[in-house]
DNA sequence: TCTGGGGTCCTAGGACCC
DNA sequence: TCTGGGGTCCTAGGACCC
C-alpha cells in the first residue's frame, strides 16, 4: 500500500469550548454541559474545570462538590450540530476525503493534497488558525501513516496540539506507549492482556499471534497490528459509509416510575421518536429491542423480537415494544427505557395498497413535517400530553454525525 | 437526587432446513 | 432404526467507541 498521511482533528472540549464562545461570560471559568436538568451527567467540561479534576461521566452534585465554583450549562444541540457541520466543510476545503467520527472528532486523508498545500503540517496549521477564526476555539491535531497512529498522535497534545508520527518513528514511539492509549483497548482488553504481562505496545506488537488468537479469537491478528501501529483501514467519506444498521433511543427518567400507564407514555414517545428518525431517513425495520433498567440501577434486561414484516410507524414500533414489555413481570421500578429498530433495509418509497394505510401514512408524513419544523414533540400523539415529563430533552451525545441518519437536529 | 445516550461488532447457543 | 454437516436466522449478552 502506497504511504498514505492522515490527520486525525479533535476538537478540544467541543460543547464546552462553543459555549464559552457563545456567552463571553463563560470563558476563563470552570463549566460543564451537561444533558438536561434530570438524572444526567457532565457530557464535556472546560479546561478551567477539567484542572480542577471535573471529569466527563460525574454526576452534577459530583462536580459541583469537585470544584465549588463549577458553572452548569444545559446543552444546546442545534450549536453544536451547526458548529461541527461548518468545521468538517472547512476539512473539505483541503480533502474530499473526510471521516467524521463523531461530532468533535475527524479524520482526513491528505495524501493527495500534499501536492497543491505543500505539507501535512501546513495543512494542520491552516485548519487551526481557520477553526480559531470562525469560531474561537481550539482543536489538537495528529498527523501520521494511518488513522490508528493518527488518532494516537491527536492526543499527546492537548489541547491545541499539533503533533507527527513518521513512519520511521513509529516503533519508538510505541515501544513504551501504553497499550490503553490506542484506540479499540479499552478496560476490559487492557486487564486481559495485563494478565498476560502486556502492558505497552512494544509488548503487544511482540506477542505472539497464536498465542493472542487463543485467547482473543478473530481479533488476535488485529490486536498484534495495533501493537505494531499498523491499519490499513480507510477514511470513509460521507455518503460511502455503510448502511446505518439500527435506530434507537433511550432515556433515563426523571424519577423511577412503576405505574404501567407512565411507562406505556414513554414508551409511545420513545417509539415516536425512533419511528421518526427511521422514516425521515427511508429506512425501516424488523426487529425491535426494548431495554428495561430498574431503580437501583444494576439490574436490567433487554428482550427483542423479530418480525415477519418491516415497520418504521411509530405506533407499530410502540405496539411491538409493549408486547415485549407485557411478556415481563416488572421487579422494580423503572429508571430507564431504551427502543431500538434494527434489522434494517432502506426503503423504496411506494404508496400502501390499501386506503386505510395510505391515510396512516400521509397522516404521519403530515406530523413529521411539523416536528421538522418545530422540533420533535411539537405535535405528537395525544396521550402524550397529559405527561408533563419529556423524554427528547436530552443533549446528544458526542457520539452523533453531523450529517445524515446519526443526526436528528439538522434538517 | 449517584452513576447519560448514541452506536458497532463479536460470540454462543438453539431452531430449523436441506 | 440411525446417522452427519452446513447454512441461516434468531436471541441474549458483552466488548468497544464517542
Redesign the pocket.
Known amino acids: 500500500m502506497k504511504q498514505r498521511t492522515i490527520l486525525h482533528i ?1 476538537m478540544n472540549a467541543f460543547f464546552a469550548s462553543v459555549e464559552q464562545q457563545a456567552n463571553p461570560e463563560l470563558r476563563g471559568k470552570p463549566i460543564a454541559v451537561v ?7 457532565i ?1 464535556t467540561s472546560s479546561y478551567e474545570a477539567r484542572a480542577k479534576g471535573v471529569k ?2 460525574m ?4 462536580g459541583k462538590r469537585t470544584c465549588p465554583e463549577l458553572i452548569i450549562v444545559v446543552g444546546d444541540n442545534r450549536k453544536y450540530t451547526h458548529t461541527s457541520t461548518k468545521i468538517n466543510e472547512i476539512f473539505r476545503d483541503f480533502t474530499p476525503e473526510v471521516e467524521a ?5 475527524s479524520w482526513l486523508d491528505v495524501t493527495h493534497s500534499l501536492s497543491i498545500f505543500g505539507s501535512a503540517v501546513n495543512i494542520a496549521y491552516q485548519i487551526k488558525a481557520r477553526i480559531r477564526h470562525s469560531f474561537g476555539i481550539t482543536c489538537s491535531i495528529g498527523i501520521a501513516p494511518n488513522k490508528l497512529l493518527a ?1 494516537l498522535a491527536s492526543d499527546m497534545q492537548k489541547p491545541d496540539g499539533l503533533t507527527v508520527i513518521e513512519p520511521e518513528n513509529v516503533a519508538r514511539i510505541l515501544e513504551r506507549m501504553p497499550i ?1 492509549e ?11 492482556l495485563n494478565m498476560m504481562s502486556i502492558y505497552t505496545c512494544g509488548e503487544l506488537g511482540r506477542c505472539d499471534e497464536a498465542r493472542l488468537t487463543r485467547k482473543f ?3 488476535g491478528k488485529r490486536l498484534k497490528e495495533m501493537g505494531q501501529g499498523i491499519d490499513n483501514s480507510p477514511v470513509v467519506q460521507y455518503g460511502e459509509e ?1 448502511d ?9 427518567l426523571e424519577r423511577d416510575i412503576d405505574d404501567p400507564a407512565e411507562i406505556r407514555r414513554f414508551l409511545l414517545q420513545l417509539s415516536d ?1 425512533v419511528g421518526s ?1 427511521a422514516r425521515r431517513y427511508n429506512v425501516s425495520g ?2 425491535i ?1 426494548l431495554y428495561v433498567r430498574y431503580a ?3 439490574s436490567s ?6 418480525l415477519k414484516s418491516y415497520i418504521n410507524l411509530s405506533d407499530e414500533i410502540y405496539k411491538t415494544a409493549l408486547s415485549i414489555l407485557d411478556t415481563v413481570e416488572l421487579e422494580q421500578p423503572v ?2 427505557l ?1 427502543v ?1 429498530l ?2 434494517l433495509k432502506h426503503q423504496a418509497e411506494q404508496l400502501p395498497l390499501f386506503e386505510d394505510e395510505r391515510k396512516k401514512l400521509f397522516a404521519t408524513q403530515a406530523m413529521d413535517k411539523v416536528n421538522d419544523r418545530f422540533g420533535s414533540m411539537a405535535v405528537t400523539f395525544g396521550s402524550l400530553l397529559p405527561g408533563k415529563e419529556t ?1 427528547g430533552n ?1 443533549v ?5 454525525r453531523p450529517d445524515g ?2 443526526n436528528v437536529d439538522v434538517k
Do not use: Y
Not at 101 to 105: P, R
Not at 396 to 400: C, K
Open positions: 479533535d444533558g438536561g436538568h434530570g438524572r444526567t451527567v457530557t466527563t461521566g454526576a452534577i452534585w459530583e467520527f463523531s461530532i468533535d472528532e488518532k490503553k490506542l484506540c479499540g483497548i479499552g478496560r476490559n482488553m487492557q486487564r486481559h479469537g478473530i481479533i455503510d446505518v444498521k439500527s435506530v434507537g433511543h433511550s432515556s433515563t421518536m428518525r424488523k426487529t429491542h437501583d440501577f444494576f434486561w433487554g428482550k427483542q423480537t423479530t429508571r430507564l431504551g431500538t434494527s434489522n423524554a436530552h446528544i451525545p458526542p457520539s452523533w441518519i446519526k
